[in-house]
Every structure is written in structure tokens, then in C-alpha cells.
């Protein structure tokens, strides 16, 4: 049982260093990785919490300011929509909502792969639906950053502005999320137990990761956001094929 643990907390650092890295933040790797060791639910009311003190490592070692405008009109959607999708995700079977956060994933490594070399257009009209498809998504399934980060990707923001204005934008979403998983039962003891590790990878983990991010260059930057999210899904998806067959 305490080796579980020690290799869950391993795995925990490592997606918060790419998380901070690729700036989609953690869950994306997160969630599929502690669904190898936790209930679906646990690791929803578990990501949740734990990404407020990543949100918040991120913004205090970031300190690069924030695009108010990209923040507000991404935000808030986000924000109303990731408490919906919480909400709904209760009246679902666990098996299927696995299944659909995999789907999810499938599809961002298509879209990246596809058009890494293009742009959405810089409008209020992307920014409004980006924050609601990414809100609702991480309340549903528990990760909705790449989304955002495809939708912030077409501002062309540098690296650490980028990453600041996600994480702020990411703090309303996980509050607000976390108070709904708190009403459906899924922040319990275990999470408590958990969280002083967790806390500690947050903060230890989005250093290394600003560390690391010097060294990479801009034009590299969505490269390894793409190579994140496919790794990702590819992990999910053989998780899920492999329970369906056992």
C-alpha cells in the first residue's frame, strides 16, 4: 500500500512539471495517471483540490501579470460552465465518463496533430465558447486545460504570460468545481490524506517546471504541448481497452 503511494506521488510530480510546462496544466496527465491507482470520483474531488495549490504555485512563480481581458471573457464561462458539467457528472455511470475523457483526449491529439501550424481566430466569439467547452469538460471529466490552452494558443501570448493567465483562469474553474465534488461525496478523508503531498508536488513540481522552461524554446513549445496530450490519451485509452477486456 505505501509503495502505491510513493509511485503515485512520483507520477503526481512528473504531470506537474510537464502540466506547468506545456501550460494546460496537470490534470490532463493527472487524471489518467491517478485513475490507475483511485475511484474516478476520489480523483475528481482529489485533482480538484490539488490544482488550487498548483494554481496557485503557478501564479505566485510566475508573477508575469495577466491578459484581464483573455481572462474575463475566457473565465468566466469557464467558470459557470465547469460547476454544470460537475453538477451532471454525478447522474453518469463511472465506466462511461472514462470512456468520454478518453474520447476527449483522442480528439485533441487528432486536432494538435492536425493543425499545430494553425491559429483559431483571435475573437471574442472563440474565447466565449473556448472557456464554456473547456469548463464543462473539466467538470465532467476532470481535465478541459488543453482546450483552454488551444484557445489561448491563438494569442499568441509568451510563454510565462501564458502560463500566468491560464492558472488564473484554472483557480476559478478548480474552486469552483471543487465546492460541487465536495456536495456529490467525492472530496472525503482519503483526499485529505493525500493533500499535504500533493501540496508539496505542486509547489516542487511548478519550479522545476519554470526551470525547465527557460531551456525550451518558443517555437519548440507546441511540440511538446502536442507530444503531452497524445501521451496522454494513449494512456487512457489502453487504461480503459485493458479493464474492458479483463
Known amino acids: 500500500m505505501i509503495e502505491k503511494y510513493y509511485i503515485f506521488y512520483i507520477l503526481a510530480f512528473i504531470a506537474e512539471v510537464l502540466g506547468t510546462i506545456s501550460g494546460f496544466g ?24 490539488f490544482h488550487v495549490f498548483s494554481n496557485l504555485s503557478k501564479i505566485v512563480l510566475f508573477r508575469q501579470g495577466i491578459d484581464k481581458n483573455i481572462a474575463l471573457k475566457l473565465g468566466i464561462p469557464a467558470v459557470l460552465f465547469v460547476i454544470l458539467g460537475a453538477w451532471m457528472n454525478k447522474y453518469f455511470p463511472q465506466g462511461q465518463i472514462e470512456l468520454a ?35 464543462f469538460i473539466a467538470g465532467f471529466v476532470g481535465t478541459g486545460g488543453a482546450i483552454r490552452g ?3 494558443a491563438a494569442f499568441n501570448l509568451e510563454k510565462n504570460l ?23 461525496g467525492y ?12 501540496i508539496i ?36 485509452l489502453i487504461k480503459y481497452l485493458y479493464y474492458q477486456c479483463a
Do not use: C
Open 162 to 184: 501564458f502560463i500566468t493567465t491560464s492558472a488564473i483562469i484554472d483557480m476559478g474553474v478548480d474552486s469552483s468545481r471543487a465546492v460541487v465534488y465536495y456536495l456529490n
Open 201 to 236: 508536488i505542486s509547489i516542487t513540481g511548478t519550479w522545476s517546471g519554470k526551470k525547465l522552461l527557460n531551456y525550451i524554446p518558443q517555437k519548440q513549445f507546441i511540440w511538446l504541448v502536442i507530444g503531452v496530450v497524445i501521451t496522454t490519451s494513449m494512456v487512457q
Open 26 to 49: 496537470s490534470s490532463i496527465l493527472f487524471v489518467p495517471v491517478a485513475s490507475l491507482f483511485f475511484d474516478f470520483h476520489l480523483i475528481l474531488g482529489i485533482t480538484a483540490v
Open 187 to 198: 472530496i472525503g478523508k482519503e483526499v485529505l490524506t493525500l493533500l499535504p503531498g500533493l
Open 150 to 152: 488551444i484557445v489561448l
Open 101 to 135: 475523457l478518453g474520447i476527449v483526449l483522442i480528439g485533441l491529439s487528432v486536432y494538435l496533430l492536425v493543425y499545430s501550424t494553425k491559429r483559431l481566430q483571435q475573437n471574442n466569439r472563440n474565447l466565449v465558447l473556448g472557456g464554456a467547452t473547456s469548463g
